[in-house]
């Protein structure tokens, strides 16, 4: 093994994680996820997360540095994300990051999420490494962003995101209105098992005509959570069971149905034959399935990191990092804070000016 040892610090929503490698070798991916505490509430409460941030944060790290079979001081440099994300939850773990980094006179990278959702493809082992240019659909509970990324540590732009609701987001609220527990997008999965995808014909947001001009790499999920909930509501007025496996299943077609095809339309506008699906939306098997034989059909290679590097984790934020430094990349200063709206374009932040 060879490259930087890393540590890599990630709070910016409810789950906790800190990873540590080496260049491109994962030794380590801990995260303690504070969801149950959220659960009575049907959704993150950001000074909720917070105060488990706090908690979790020191037990976090000495497992992650007790599987990774390393101390403290062996480390090379301490990353953290510094956005985008919840600004409490960010502060908790910029906070630890730069006492750590000072503590132990290391460099200090601050890095972006959404970037590092990219670089966790990187820590796969057994596969060949990743080709640039690529597309990148990442879809998770607070992000739905469709990137095209000519380079990892150098650039990444914007195609289109979320107009309101992230894709998570609404997941969690339509298994409200169905009475399924949070995180909605097992238990719509768990759902829609049995159920007929085609069974109701729910609207795809921003797929019209009249919106691809403006929004063709966009993403809107509220209008489809309003049509479920109308939907839901006429049942019950007229006295009729509302059939859940048919409405969640349709539900999930919708969402999914957008996001494939808004990913396959950007990757044959620009000529780029290669996909990649990250953030813990893509742990539900429709999407996947969906989005793999489509891409087959459309010449497209799909790449898709190991499931549990697909959720928040700190493993991805270290792989940045590690990138970044392997680039010769100068660290950044401690001028920088948390970021809750951090730009995607923004990789690293504070960056020191070389002398």
């Not at 956005?83 to 939850?89: D, Q, S, T, V």
């Not at 607070?142 to 914007?158: F, I, N, P, Q, Y």
Request: net charge negative.
């Amino acid at each position: 093994m060879s490259g930087p040892l890393v540590l890599g610090i990630e709070t910016s929503c409810d789950e906790t994680g800190i990873g540590i490698v080496r260049g491109r070798t994962l030794l380590s991916n801990t995260i303690a996820s504070s969801m149950d505490e959220h659960a009575r509430y049907g959704g993150v409460v950001p000074e909720v997360a917070a105060r488990a941030h706090l908690e979790a944060l020191q037990p976090a790290i000495d497992a992650a540095l007790a599987e990774a079979g390393v101390g403290l001081h062996e480390l090379d440099a301490v990353a953290v994300t510094s956005g985008p994300g919840l600004a409490g939850a960010l502060m908790v773990g910029v906070g630890a990051a730069k006492g750590l980094a000072v503590s132990l006179d290391k460099p200090l990278y601050a890095v972006n999420h959404l970037v590092g959702h990219i670089a966790a493809d990187i820590l796969t082992a057994d596969s060949a490494p990743l080709e640039y240019p690529t597309i990148a659909l990442l879809v998770s509970g607070g992000h739905t962003s469709l990137l095209h990324v000519r380079d990892l540590t150098t650039d990444v732009e914007l195609l289109g995101e979320t107009m309101d609701d992230a894709a998570g987001e609404a997941f969690d609220k339509v298994a409200r209105l169905l009475s399924l527990p949070y995180p909605g997008g097992p238990e719509i999965d768990r759902a829609a098992v049995d159920g007929d995808p085609d069974a109701i014909r729910f609207p795809r947001g921003l797929s019209r005509a009249s919106d691809l001009a403006a929004h063709r790499y966009d993403f809107s999920f509220s209008g489809l959570k309003t049509a479920v909930a109308r939907w839901v509501e006429r049942c019950e007025a007229d006295g009729v069971e509302v059939p859940l496996a048919d409405v969640a299943a349709s539900f999930r077609e919708a969402v999914v149905d957008v996001l494939v095809t808004k990913a396959l339309a950007a990757c044959a506008d620009l000529g780029v034959p290669r996909l990649l699906l990250g953030g813990g939306v893509i742990a539900n098997r429709r999407l996947r399935e969906v989005a793999l034989s489509r891409a087959e059909a459309a010449g497209v290679t799909v790449r898709i990191p190991p499931l549990s590097l697909c959720t928040d984790n700190g493993a991805m934020i270290a792989a940045l990092a590690a990138e970044l430094i392997s680039s010769g990349r100068p660290p950044s200063t401690l001028a920088f804070g948390a970021d809750s709206t951090l730009p995607v374009t923004e990789i690293q932040i504070a960056e020191a000016v070389p002398a």
